[in-house]
């Protein structure tokens, strides 16, 4: 079983919709979650990082963590036609160790 | 400032060819990884530097050799590739171990087509 798991879509919505993007992980020592937006052909961006269990907000977007049913969220509100582009998860579980990223959910917002 | 910075963009290299891609970041991070992605696959982790010393090697093919010159470069060595390993090349790099922060800063990448 791979360690964290993303569903890859595609995932399409309509302008202005609120989009769900979400990951299980199995590894009960992750303690550090990541969300990095992809454009094509481009380095992967980070959108969002927390620590442990709990919400972090900013601007149009929101990351959740439940550490107790090993679940990751990324919320967009009013989602925007620049939306477009694979979401990756990612976890790790100390500082200086390497990422595992789930497989990435390709989004397409439509105008 | 949180740009990781690789050269070329683009490269098209021969199978005999011996080139190097480059990778700088000057945000006093001393982690710094190479990651291999894909067409629509997640980025697949090759090397890990910490502090300057290589710490993770993926079982990578000795085609591929890495080089940390200091805390602030990071270089990957290519020799006598094949056509399999076109790919994007990704570095990234983050605070490093004994620090609060995990979270890891990616370059645009290399596109790296061998011929």
């Known amino acids: 079983q791979k360690e964290v798991e993303q569903d890859p879509g595609p995932l399409s919505v309509p302008e202005g919709a609120i989009v769900s993007l979400n990951c299980t992980y199995s590894n009960s020592a992750f303690q550090y979650f990541m969300w990095y937006r992809q454009y094509s052909r481009k380095g992967p961006e980070l959108l969002m990082y927390t620590y442990s269990s709990g919400n972090k907000e900013d601007g149009r977007f929101t990351a959740q963590v439940d550490k107790s049913s090993k679940y990751i969220s990324l919320f967009i509100r009013d989602s925007q036609p620049s939306d477009s582009a694979t979401y990756l998860c990612?976890?790790?579980?100390?500082?200086?160790?390497?990422?595992?990223f789930g497989k990435g959910t390709t989004l397409s917002v439509s105008s | 400032d949180t740009e990781v910075t690789q050269t070329p963009k683009h490269l098209v290299m021969g199978m005999t060819n011996k080139k190097s891609l480059k990778c700088e970041q000057h945000?006093?991070?001393?982690?710094m990884y190479w990651y291999k992605q894909k067409a629509k696959k997640p980025p697949e982790l090759m090397f890990v530097?910490?502090?300057?010393?290589?710490?993770i090697n993926e079982s990578v093919p000795s085609r591929f050799s890495p080089e940390c010159p200091n805390s602030s470069l990071l270089n990957l060595h290519l020799h006598a590739l094949q056509p399999e390993d076109s790919a994007l090349y990704l570095c990234?790099?983050?605070?490093?171990?004994?620090?609060?922060?995990?979270?890891?800063?990616f370059g645009q990448g290399t596109r790296l087509t061998v011929v």
């Open positions: 945000m006093g991070h001393r982690a």
């Open positions: 530097y910490s502090y300057e010393k290589l710490s």
């Open positions: 990612a976890s790790n579980n100390q500082a200086g160790t390497a990422l595992i």
């Open positions: 990234a790099s983050s605070q490093g171990p004994g620090t609060a922060n995990t979270e890891a800063f």
